[in-house]
């Protein structure tokens, strides 16, 4: 039996660094970032260099039992997301990159960082050229100025036009733009005109993510708890969210995306390899503080406190604040769940066969219910009910 639990294709290795800061708080914001002194970035760099460098040593110390492969494995993609990673000086992000360099082996033919449009200057982008990166992902959200107010952003419809030259003319020929979906006071035509603006400015990827409700950010506190301070009565309704995923879906195919994850379009060729990785259960290693790793064989993140993070790090230890084996039963629902949100479907057999199950009665409500059509061995979401993929997974994981 093959071990089912590992995917290293071809021995490849994607590498995530976080940087955990940003200029303000963005009010629908649930991630784990802090708005800090630029005087706390050096450190901070200094401490992921050191645990990129220490990797070996600082995860056996930790208890993770890297698979043998991982010596060898090539890196090749390299994500530097946040928080706001484009806040730092482009030495410090140059440093991180050298420090994998020197490290582990490279092929490195897809280095992202994430952007905020108005942090990018001519001198900026070209530094990040020289520091082998090559995708900019921006966090664009939208392009209607009232929407970017209301939910916090510092940037404006006019520094996503400003700073996309630079990038071009710095030589960064692969650009991705983040959209919401849901954002207060988002009409049917702000949302077609945020599409709009894609077929001016042209990026080779586009990703398009619907509001989260949940306690975790201001918004979403406000909309389950009640208050008017960000706006939350001016949300639009789950059918409204689903309508702009579908306009979005319907604009982005006519406009030569290719549809590849539930939330991910890419031009052909240009599909996010570092990403398709995290679907495909191939390894990763995250460095940084929050930063998630997997083996094929455990998961495992740092402690999400910087401050901590850094602590532990300079004291020679690697903060874990989660390890877990994945188990056979894990690793399946992996498959099933991940292999979903990728729109060419899951093949049932290679499945079946790898893990000696039988799946076809798990499938058959779903596809009753239109919810998932099959093709021979190959189960796909049906392209028209994409916007409930969460009944889908829900009915899968049960
Ligand atoms: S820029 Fe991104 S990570 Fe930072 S607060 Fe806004 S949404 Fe959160």
Known sequence: MPDFRVNMHNSRLGIYIQVPFCQT???????????????????????????IRGFRELNAAAGVKLPEGFEKATVDTVY????????????????????IQETFATELNEVTIEADPETVEAGKAEAWVAAAINRVSFGVQ?????????????????????????????????ISFD?????????????KDSLEQLRELEPEHVSVYLLEVDEGSRLGKEILNGGVRYSAGAVPSDDEMADFYEAACEFLGAAGYHHYEISNWGKPGLESRHNLKYWRREPYLGFGAGAHSFSGTERWANAHDAAEYGRAIMGGRLPIEQLEVVTPAAALEEEL???????????????????????GGRFEPLESAGLIERSGELVRLSPARLSVSNEVFVGLMR
Request: aromatic residues 8%; positive net charge.
């Open 142 to 174: 939208s392009f209607s100025d009232k929407e970017l107010a209301a939910a916090g952003r510092m940037h404006r419809r006019r520094d996503v036009y400003r700073a996309v030259p630079i990038l071009r003319a710095a030589g960064i020929r692969n």
């Open 179 to 191: 959209l919401i979906a849901g954002l207060p006071f988002q009409t049917r035509e702000s949302w």
């Open 337 to 359: 769940f991940l292999g979903l949100r990728q729109l060419d479907g899951i093949d049932v057999g290679r499945i079946e066969r790898e893990y000696g199950v039988a799946l």
């Open 80 to 99: 530097i997301g946040g928080g706001t990673p484009s806040l730092l000086e482009p030495g410090l992000l140059r440093r991180m990159v050298d420090a």
């Open 25 to 51: 708080k963005c009010t629908y914001c649930n991630f784990h970032t802090g708005v800090v002194s630029a005087g706390r970035f050096s450190p901070y760099v200094e401490a992921v260099c050191r645990e």
